[in-house]
């Protein structure tokens, strides 16, 4: 029988992470956020609300639906509060080693049937996978941000992924409202193959001096019709996340299209990460809450 995956956990409460437990929240299931202390649990309410706020105002939720909602969400520091859960999705940053040291105390909290999934973006699945003692229960799910809005969901199955765990994971996908895909273990999968190559470059673009970032960004929100320009997308995306991105494939394929332009590392050191922080190719009044770090 299918699982129903009524409480779903999900672990690191970044810009991610957070719009993952919305997903989750909106769409009726009961969610356990995990973060590491108390300040980025904290961060993780505080997207929630600030979200959801957002949607009461521009009247898309009731406040009544908005208390449902949150009431649905528990924030935690502990991951020992996961050990219900028929699903765990993993949306810490990008970094192999803290991945699979979570998947293996993650694979002895849960039951022997709950699903353990990353939400990694270019990392191997397969080698977070093997960190636990049973990876045919471990795939990748991966959402793209914001997480509440894109109705897009890959599903990374690896070499030994259980059908039936690819299937239920597909189904889940579906039931939240995203399509899914069925992408095999390559950095990057579908979409950040193609995504991160243009942004590179147009990152590149600017830092030769080669056009304004507005222009650049004009040139493919009207010259193209994308919905956003690629440096108001790299601040969105967050300059520390698609640098780890960037290197990653980079290591992985050697394309050099993939190699980070040196920018990008200058402005994460300099503290100029995009919207989370306040500022990055763009400035923004205030550090967007939606957008935590
Ligand atoms: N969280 C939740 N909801 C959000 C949101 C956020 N951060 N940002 C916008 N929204 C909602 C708004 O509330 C609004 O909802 P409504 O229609 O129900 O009222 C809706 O999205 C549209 O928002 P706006 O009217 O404010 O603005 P836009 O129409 O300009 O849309 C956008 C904003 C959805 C961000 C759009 O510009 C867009 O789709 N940009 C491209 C984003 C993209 O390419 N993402 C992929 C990045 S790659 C990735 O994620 C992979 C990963 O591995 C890095």
Not at 176 to 200: C, S, T
């Amino acid at each position: 029988m299918a699982r129903d995956f009524s409480t779903v956990g999900v672990i690191g409460l970044g810009t991610m992470g957070a719009g993952i437990v919305e997903v989750f929240a909106r769409n009726g299931f009961d969610v356990i956020a995990v973060d590491v202390d108390d300040a980025a649990v904290e961060r993780g309410r505080t997207h929630l609300q600030h979200s959801t706020d957002r949607a009461v105002s521009r009247g898309k939720l009731t406040p009544e639906d908005q208390a449902a909602l949150i009431g649905r969400a528990t924030f935690t520091s502990d991951l020992g509060d996961l050990k219900d859960c028929q699903l765990v999705v993993e949306a810490v940053p990008e970094q192999l080693d803290l991945k699979k040291e979570i998947f293996a105390k993650v694979d002895g909290i849960v039951a022997p049937d709950a699903v353990l999934a990353t939400n990694t973006s270019s990392l191997p699945v397969t080698e977070i996978a093997v960190a636990t003692n049973n990876p045919k229960r471990v795939v990748g799910m991966h959402f793209f941000n914001p997480a509440p809005v894109l109705k897009f969901v890959e599903v990374v199955r690896t070499v030994v992924t259980e059908d039936e765990v690819f299937e239920d994971v597909t189904g889940l996908a579906q039931r939240l409202g995203k399509q899914p895909v069925v992408v095999g273990d390559k950095a990057g999968f579908i979409a950040n193959a193609l995504l991160f190559g243009y942004l590179n470059h147009a990152v590149s673009m600017f830092e030769s001096r080669y056009a304004s970032r507005e222009d650049i960004d004009a040139a493919m929100r009207l010259g193209c019709g994308y919905p956003m320009g690629p440096l108001a997308l790299m601040d969105l995306i967050g300059l520390d996340t698609a640098y780890e991105i960037l290197d990653t494939m980079y290591k992985q394929g050697r394309d050099r299209l993939h190699a980070p332009s040196p920018i990008i590392k200058q402005m994460v050191s300099a503290g100029l990460k995009g919207r989370k922080s306040g500022r990055g190719f763009y400035t923004y009044a205030e550090p967007d809450s939606s957008q935590v770090a």
